[in-house]
Each structure stands twice: as structure tokens, then as C-alpha cells.
């Protein structure tokens, strides 16, 4: 054997853990999951701490790192982290949903292992288990430019975080309750930043620091549950430079709608006088608008924050003009040293239309939510391992939702395992239809997609020639604004299970997602890792044996 072959082998060897990337750098985490007792609103709650942080610690990564990540679930009941953004190429085995995964028991602990394969960008992790994300466990996940890869803007004198979301004060365990018993969760009772929410009495301690003259790059997500967020910091415009893993040409705004599961990276100078300032998110699309605030402090600054807020636009019409007008920056190069816009999307042929319709109704009484009719249930054994194993024919059945919505009653909804089987490589354009009153956010795993139209109104095919087909932004969420649609494109040439979902975790835990299962027919590891050797089993094929591994 040719020693060009054997590195060649031990680089996509599977050790004891998972694929071995050879020459790229390893970094390694360990995360104690716990409960603690914090009161994020005033109110004193159970939360989910990592190592004793709340929101968890943050982490700082490179393109094509792998990390290697111990979690330890000392939680009384299953857990699991989803790694939101990260497209875990050829690895759904470490995506963290409960359709690629079984989850952690209490009292154990799994090790995860994945790589930020060519990718850059602002991204999250959080939990995909019952209701969790409600009582905390999410972060921030940067993925930051190789040295040699220049990015298209000057080094910021430093960069910042920034997580927003609205909260309950009810316990992840209450709020399960009432959507068990076929309630809704109803609304959050506020919105924090970073996991607080100043108070402004003057004892607020300062969330982030600026030197005077000097331009910080903030890290914005929103991690909450229920609401998209207007994110804005008094006094002071921002440039948006990134957009959930691609850098975009660099309009600057006032404030920044932010909604579910998305992530921007804006570059913000502090060029005002030396004082105090809040930054501040507040609801959208609500009738009570709930505001959260933190203080941003200038170094040496002398003064309070003025208790005099931005306002925020008012109407969704104002949304959408914003989404418009992002738009990807093809001069730009991204995780390799290649422009972003060496791939001509709007010239390749759609192989496949998918369109996609949600709805809410009640099965038995009871709240579900539901995509084209179908609302889809976990099962005990998790869809990967049971087509895996090769007996997903006791688990699911693919393709039971169609790619049109049924002519039938829209409130009819049928309750099982939901996946849809695609062809590896296709090319495929999805359409997200959405009749209800309040906006949806749509998101992708292992993914990222153009994201080419979002208008009001119904879906025709006409509406293609109103698509952005040169420089839509390639990114891993879009929102659906009320009554309107979206559209989205992509090439499915990653192999494996992969959950497309509602942001809203209400909606994904009473059926709003589904699963795209996209074969390895070869059964070739040029087209997907095998199982890891600590992957965790369970359900039916937990006594089964393993299957022969992929081959070259």
C-alpha cells in the first residue's frame, strides 16, 4: 500500500470516537449540565446551567477545527445539544436531534466529536430535548477566518456576543405540562440579553466595554422562544458584515429585526460621547411589546444611559423590506480561498419543488401543530439508527407527507414519524407557505440554503421570476412573514438525516418538523462518516448487531 493511501485511510479512519480529520487543529471541552436557581426576571426559577453558567459558556472555534466535546447530564431526565448551523458534513451522527440521535441519560455522559468544515460565521447550540431550551443550556458558537483568508472588513478591537430572547418565568417542566395537556405556552413574560435584563436603577453592571474610537464586532442571535426581536444600541448605527456564515455587503442600520434561530455579526464604533448606553431588543409583531436592555459602557466614560429608548418600526412590512435588502457579498472570499459567488445557484436546474404549508389544530382535543397535514411524532428509536440498521420499516414510512399540501380540510392533521426521502445531490427548491396571523421561522440542519424570495400572498410558479438568482444570501434560517411565503434553494449533497423544524420550540415539540433522509446508497464513505463507535443505541436495534461499516 502506497504511503499517500495509508494517510489517506488513517485520515478517515473511525477511532474510538468518531471520523479522525487529520491536520487540523483539536479542541476539547468538557460541560457539566446541572440545575441551578437563578432569577432572570426577579422571579426565582429553575434553570439549566453549563459549568455553572446561564446562558452557557461560549464557543470560540476556527474553520475546520474539530472539536471534541464531554457532556456529562446530571439533569434528572434525558438531554441533547443541537449544534444550530453547523452542517456536520457527512455527519448527521453528531447533529443532536432526536432523529438522529439517542439522547443522554441522567446520570451518563456522551462525548461528541465534529468538525466546522469549511464554514465560518455566528451560530448557537441548544437543546432539542422536551422543553429545555426553555430553562436555558444555549450559547454562542463562532466560527472565525483562517489567518490566511482575508475577510472584508479590519480587524475589530474586539468582539462580543450577544444573546436575546424573550423568557418565561415558568419552568421548562410547567410550560411541558401545559403543551402535553394540549395548551399553548401562551406569551413570554419578558426578554433577556445574555441571560439578564437591566434594570436601569443605575446599579446595572455593563455587559460589554468599548474603548473611545475603537469599532467592536457584535455577535447577535436570538435564542428565545416565541418572538422575533428588534435589536438596536442608543445612539449608534451598526454594519451588518455577516449573515448566519456569509459575509454580506455592508448596509448599515438603526436596528436589526432579529428573528427566531437567526444570527447576525455587525461592526459597531464607539464614536459618541464617553458615557453609558443601552442596547436594547424588544418584541415584535406583538400587541404588548416586551423590551429587555443592557448597558454597553465606554471605558473611562462619565454618565448614565439615557432612559430615553430607540423606538422600533412598527408593521412587518418593514421586515420584510429589510430582508430584501441583504444581500451576499460575492466579492468576498468565505472558509476557503475561493469568492462566495463562484457558485451560480440561479443557473442550475431545479430537480425537485417542494411545497410546504403550516398549520395548527387540535388532534383528541388536544393543541398540534403540523406541516402539509402531517404532525410529526419522535419515536422511540431514532429514524437515522433505524435506517441504519435497516429496519426503518418498524420505525417510519418515507414520504407519507407529499410535496403539495393535501386539497383536504386544512385542519386535518395525521400524527407519525414525518420523513421525506431526497436524492442525494438533487437540486431542490423548497416553498414555505405560510396562512396564519403570526410570522414562522424555518430551519435547516446540516445545511445552508439561498434563501431567493419572500412576498406576500400564495405560491404560484410565475413567482419565480421574481427570485434573486446572483447574490441571495446562502444562510440556515428564513423567516415566513403572515400570510405570505418564502422560498429557498439548495443542493442536498450531504448524506444522512436531517431535520428541517420551526424555531419555535412550542410548534417543533407539538409536530412542526420533519426529517429529510438523503440516502447513501453506495454505502461509500465519500458520501457519509460511519456510526461512531461511542454512539449511544437504543430502541429497537439497541440489542441489535452493528451493521458492516461504510466502505471506500
Not at 455566528?122 to 437543546?127: E, L, S
Not at 448566519?244 to 444570527?263: A, F, I, K, P, R
Not at 406583538?286 to 429587555?292: A, D
Request: hydrophobic share 35%; proline share 7%; charged share 20%.
Amino acid at each position: 500500500m502506497s504511503r499517500m493511501m495509508l494517510m489517506l485511510l488513517l485520515c478517515l479512519s473511525v477511532g474510538t470516537i468518531s471520523v479522525v480529520h487529520c491536520g487540523n487543529p483539536y479542541l476539547f471541552f468538557t460541560w457539566n449540565v446541572t440545575y441551578g436557581t437563578l432569577s432572570p426576571l426577579g422571579v426565582p426559577q429553575q434553570v439549566i446551567l453549563i459549568n455553572g453558567q446561564f446562558p452557557g459558556p461560549n464557543i470560540n472555534s476556527t474553520t475546520n477545527n474539530n472539536i471534541v466535546l464531554n457532556v456529562f447530564n446530571n439533569l434528572d431526565e434525558p438531554f441533547l445539544v443541537t449544534w444550530h448551523g453547523l452542517q456536520q458534513r457527512k455527519n448527521s451522527w453528531q447533529d443532536g436531534t432526536l432523529g438522529t440521535m439517542c439522547p443522554i441519560p441522567p446520570g451518563t455522559n456522551y462525548t461528541y466529536q465534529f468538525q466546522v468544515k469549511d464554514q465560518i460565521g455566528t451560530y448557537m447550540y441548544y437543546p432539542t430535548t422536551a422543553m429545555h431550551k426553555a430553562a436555558g443550556a444555549f450559547g454562542g458558537l463562532r466560527v472565525n477566518s483562517r489567518l490566511l483568508i482575508p475577510v472584508p472588513y479590519a480587524d475589530p478591537e474586539d468582539e462580543y456576543t450577544v444573546l436575546i430572547g424573550d423568557w418565561f418565568t415558568k419552568s421548562h417542566t410547567q410550560l411541558k405540562k401545559l403543551l402535553d395537556g394540549g395548551r399553548s405556552m401562551a406569551r413570554p413574560d419578558g426578554v433577556l440579553i445574555n441571560g439578564k435584563s437591566s434594570k436601569g436603577d443605575g446599579k446595572d453592571e455593563p455587559l460589554f466595554v468599548m474603548k473611545p474610537g475603537k469599532t467592536y464586532k457584535y455577535r447577535i442571535c436570538n435564542v428565545g422562544l416565541k418572538n422575533t426581536l428588534n435589536f438596536r444600541i442608543q445612539g449608534h448605527s451598526m454594519k451588518l458584515v455577516e449573515l448566519e456564515g456569509s459575509h454580506t455587503v455592508q448596509n448599515t442600520y438603526d436596528s436589526m429585526d432579529v428573528h427566531l434561530g437567526q444570527c447576525f455579526s455587525v461592526l459597531v464604533t464607539a464614536d459618541k460621547d464617553p458615557k453609558d448606553y443601552y442596547m436594547v431588543a424588544s418584541t415584535r409583531f406583538t400587541k404588548s411589546v416586551l423590551t429587555g436592555k443592557g448597558i454597553i459602557r465606554y471605558e473611562n466614560g462619565k454618565g448614565p444611559a439615557s432612559p430615553e429608548l430607540p423606538k422600533a418600526p412598527v408593521g412587518w412590512a418593514w421586515s420584510l423590506n429589510q430582508f430584501r435588502s441583504f444581500r451576499w457579498n460575492l466579492t468576498a472570499s468565505a472558509a476557503r480561498p475561493n469568492p462566495q459567488g463562484s457558485y451560480h445557484y440561479g443557473k442550475i436546474n431545479i430537480t425537485r419543488t417542494i411545497k410546504l404549508v403550516n398549520s395548527a389544530s387540535k388532534v383528541d382535543g388536544k393543541l398540534r401543530y403540523a406541516i402539509n397535514g402531517i404532525s410529526h411524532v419522535d419515536p422511540e428509536t431514532p429514524l437515522k439508527l433505524a435506517d441504519y440498521y435497516k429496519v426503518y420499516d418498524k420505525v417510519f414510512k418515507f414520504d407519507t407527507m407529499k410535496d403539495t399540501p393535501p386539497a383536504t380540510a386544512a385542519d386535518k392533521i395525521t400524527m407519525e414519524p414525518n420523513v421525506v426521502n431526497i436524492t442525494i445531490r438533487d437540486f431542490v427548491e423548497i416553498i414555505f407557505e405560510n396562512p396564519e396571523k403570526s410570522p414562522q421561522t424555518w430551519h435547516l440542519d446540516g445545511y445552508s440554503f439561498f434563501s431567493v424570495a419572500s412576498e406576500p400572498g400564495t405560491w404560484t410558479p410565475e413567482k419565480r421570476s421574481n427570485y434573486n438568482l446572483l447574490d441571495a444570501v446562502s444562510r440556515y434560517t428564513v423567516q415566513v412573514f403572515p400570510k405570505s411565503w418564502a422560498a429557498i434553494m439548495l443542493t442536498f449533497d450531504s448524506a444522512g438525516m436531517w431535520n428541517v423544524r420551526s424555531e419555535q420550540p412550542e410548534r417543533r415539540y407539538l409536530g412542526q418538523q420533519f426529517y429529510v433522509g438523503v440516502e447513501n446508497i453506495a454505502r461509500s464513505l465519500r458520501n457519509e462518516y460511519n456510526m461512531p463507535d461511542n454512539a449511544l443505541v437504543c430502541g429497537i436495534v439497541k440489542d441489535m448487531p452493528k451493521p458492516a461499516p461504510f466502505s471506500m
